[in-house]
């Protein structure tokens, strides 16, 4: 079993230096990230949020690995995953991360347990047994382990994501939209938790949405405007979160 990664209460869990992203564009550069610095604690729940094409998701991406700054540092517990290889990268995605999206992405032909085991095996690895029972009595999916994707609902679809992105016992947990497509009771199911891993499991969440009111249960809303980091709410309420994006609209 991957040992879970110990966070130091004085070492921030993510840290973003300067970070830059840019495409080419025909003949032209389109910048997504324009030197975004930022620092998040461990255990905290921080959301992401901006107007469409502000770059929220090319934000989650680099400091989940999945792509490269074109400038600045990525430092993840301590390590600057913005120098690692192609190799380290695949390693650090697979050991230290955990993803949550919005499609589920489960393996349909794989039971609710064997979805769930799914990064460990991967990895060459053996299930612990315990910390799967724990895993998803936490998540409530206690009985329906030997379910296929196909027998569940869209709640315990995610209910089986969010307990695969945490079974590996990841540091730093991503969740892109991960309520997007869930009725309102279920999605506070969901977003409930995702904050007890954070209180409980010591892990620090990030999440990118588009919904206020799933911004207020986080502890700190970031937001972005055209590739920049401009301005951010501690203790949100989802009226104080609709006042800022109603002013990056103007």
Same mark, same amino acid.
């Given at each position: 079993?991957?040992?879970?990664?110990?966070?130091?209460?004085?070492?921030?869990?993510v840290?973003?230096? +300067?970070?830059?992203k840019?495409?080419?564009n025909?003949? +032209?550069?389109? $910048?997504? &990230? *324009? !030197?975004v610095?930022?620092?998040?604690l461990?255990?905290?729940?921080t =959301?992401?949020?901006?107007?469409?094409g502000?770059?929220k998701?090319?934000l989650?991406?680099?400091?989940?690995g999945?792509?490269?700054?074109?400038r600045?540092q990525?430092i993840?517990?301590?390590?600057?995953?913005?120098a690692?290889?192609?190799?380290?990268l695949? %390693?650090?995605? *697979? #050991?230290?991360?955990?993803?949550?999206?919005?499609a589920?992405?489960?393996?349909? $032909?794989?039971?609710v347990?064997?979805n769930?085991?799914l990064?460990?095996i991967l990895?060459?690895?053996r299930?612990d047994?315990?910390?799967?029972a724990?895993?998803?009595?936490?998540?409530?999916l206690?009985?329906?382990? *030997?379910?296929r /994707?196909? #027998?569940?609902?869209g709640?315990?679809s995610?209910?089986? =994501?969010?307990? %695969?992105?945490?079974?590996?016992?990841?540091?730093?947990?991503?969740?892109?939209? /991960?309520?997007? =497509?869930?009725d309102?009771h279920?999605?506070?199911d969901?977003?409930?938790?995702?904050?007890?891993?954070?209180? +409980?499991?010591?892990?620090?969440?990030?999440?990118?949405?588009?919904?206020a009111?799933?911004a207020?249960?986080?502890?700190?809303?970031?937001?972005l405007?055209d !590739? *920049? &980091?401009?301005?951010?709410?501690?203790?949100?309420?989802a +009226?104080r979160?609709?006042?800022?994006?109603?002013?990056?609209? %103007?």
């Amino acid at each position: 079993m991957t040992a879970a990664i110990v966070n130091s209460p004085t070492q921030p869990a993510v840290r973003l230096v +300067e970070v830059s992203k840019s495409y080419p564009n025909g003949s +032209e550069v389109s $910048h997504a &990230l *324009r !030197g975004v610095s930022l620092t998040l604690l461990p255990a905290s729940f921080t =959301a992401i949020m901006g107007p469409s094409g502000s770059g929220k998701s090319t934000l989650l991406n680099c400091a989940a690995g999945l792509d490269a700054p074109s400038r600045g540092q990525i430092i993840i517990n301590g390590l600057d995953i913005s120098a690692f290889s192609a190799d380290q990268l695949t %390693r650090y995605r *697979r #050991e230290k991360v955990g993803f949550v999206f919005q499609a589920y992405n489960l393996i349909e $032909h794989l039971t609710v347990a064997e979805n769930i085991q799914l990064p460990i095996i991967l990895a060459g690895q053996r299930p612990d047994p315990a910390w799967q029972a724990r895993l998803i009595a936490m998540v409530g999916l206690a009985g329906l382990e *030997r379910r296929r /994707p196909s #027998e569940l609902s869209g709640g315990q679809s995610q209910r089986v =994501a969010i307990a %695969r992105a945490l079974f590996t016992r990841p540091a730093i947990v991503f969740a892109d939209e /991960p309520t997007g =497509a869930l009725d309102s009771h279920t999605a506070a199911d969901v977003l409930n938790l995702l904050r007890a891993s954070a209180r +409980e499991l010591r892990q620090t969440v990030i999440l990118v949405t588009h919904d206020a009111k799933v911004a207020a249960t986080a502890d700190r809303v970031l937001f972005l405007s055209d !590739g *920049r &980091l401009v301005d951010q709410l501690d203790a949100p309420t989802a +009226e104080r979160i609709a006042g800022s994006m109603l002013a990056l609209g %103007r």
